[in-house]
Nanobody, 116 residues
Framework: QVQLVESGGGLVQPGGSLRLSCAAS????????MGWYRQAPGKVREFVAH???????NYADSVKGRFTISRDNAKNTVYLQMNSLKPEDTAVYSC??????????WGQGTQVTVSS
């Protein structure tokens, strides 16, 4: 059974930092593109960043230069380091494990709130 469990969310002041983690169980991690998505209240879910099985990365324009995605295949974990956080980054952040034509799994999400 595959599970993705996010952690690391919380309340942070503007300009602050957080690091999100997503731990994957099941034998899928090394073959997956791992992604982070977010959904703010009243808005559709949007792409934040992803990292392929070969460690190529891609970011939404809104987070480029502020967020960094990384993965540790030995720990079956993907990370999202978020710096210079803004109030508009407030959302539920969800982890995704994807392999085209094979699987597409989601975690339950972790709340990130950026507020003074």
């Amino acid at each position: 059974q595959v599970q993705l469990v996010e952690s690391g969310g919380g309340l942070v002041q503007p300009g602050g930092s957080l690091r999100l983690s997503c731990a994957a169980s099941g034998n899928i991690f090394s073959g997956s593109t791992m992604g982070w998505y977010r959904q703010a209240p009243g808005k559709v879910r949007e792409f934040v960043a992803h990292i392929t099985s070969g460690s190529s990365t891609n970011y939404a324009d809104s987070v480029k230069g502020r967020f960094t995605i990384s993965r540790d295949n030995a720990k079956n974990t993907v990370y999202l380091q978020m710096n210079s956080l803004k109030p508009e980054d407030t959302a539920v952040y969800s982890c995704n494990a994807y392999k085209r034509n094979f699987w597409d799994y989601w975690g339950q999400g972790t709340q990130v709130t950026v507020s003074s």
